[in-house]
Each structure stands twice: as C-alpha cells, then as structure tokens.
Nanobody, 118 residues
Framework: QVQLVESGGGLVQAGGSLRLSCAAS????????MGWFRQAPGKEREFVAA????????YYPDSLRGRFTISRDNTKSMMYLEMNSLKPEDTAIYYC???????????WGQGTQVTVSS
C-alpha cells in the first residue's frame, strides 16, 4: 500500500502562485507514475499533470502547459506542483495520485483545497 498526503493548498489572488506538495509513504516503489488531478464543485475530475520514473517524462493537458510544472524528488518520496499565473477557474480540490504504470492510478491522497480569488 501507498499513502499519499497533499499539502500547500490555500487562498491566493488571481495572478499569484502556489506550490503543492505530495508526500508518499509505504510501498513507494509502486509509484512509478505520479500525477495531479483536480475537481471543482459540480465538475468532473480533471487531469492536471503526470510525471514518470525519475522525472524525465512529464505530461500536461494543453490548457495548463506553461503555467503548471510537475516535479518529483524520489530520494524524499515527494512530488510537487508549481502553479503560476493562477486564475479563478483553477479553484478546485487538488489530488495527488500514484500508480505502478502510466494511467493506472491506484493510490490517491485526500486532496488539498486551492482557491483563487479574482
């Protein structure tokens, strides 16, 4: 089993930045793939970013590429999401996810709230 715990959410003004962190524990060798998802009220969960292996492979939806940056430090079992130029529409609960392979998200964190005020 893998436990994932997010932190770093909060309230920020539009145009500001936030850095989310995800701490992994347990069988972290089962988290070749790690990613971020978000869910806004009344909307479906949305893919935000993914990173594989040691961090050499990263993926973003076109809508977020350039503003969000995913990274990981396997020596610390940590993953990060740097979010810049935040917009009110980025307001959501952000979830950390992990899995043994791309798109096999077996583990999820409890989420951290990000609120962007206009």
């Amino acid at each position: 089993q893998v436990q994932l715990v997010e932190s770093g959410g909060g309230l920020v003004q539009a145009g500001g930045s936030l850095r989310l962190s995800c701490a992994a524990s347990g069988r972290t060798d089962s988290t070749y793939a790690m990613g971020w998802f978000r869910q806004a009220p009344g909307k479906e969960r949305e893919f935000v970013a993914a990173i594989y292996g040691g961090g050499g492979y990263t993926y973003y939806p076109d809508s977020l590429r350039g503003r969000f940056t995913i990274s990981r430090d396997n020596t610390k079992s940590m993953m990060y999401l740097e979010m810049n130029s935040l917009k009110p529409e980025d307001t959501a609960i952000y979830y950390c996810a992990g899995g043994i392979a791309p798109n096999l998200w077996s583990y999820w964190g409890q989420g951290t709230q990000v609120t962007v005020s206009s």
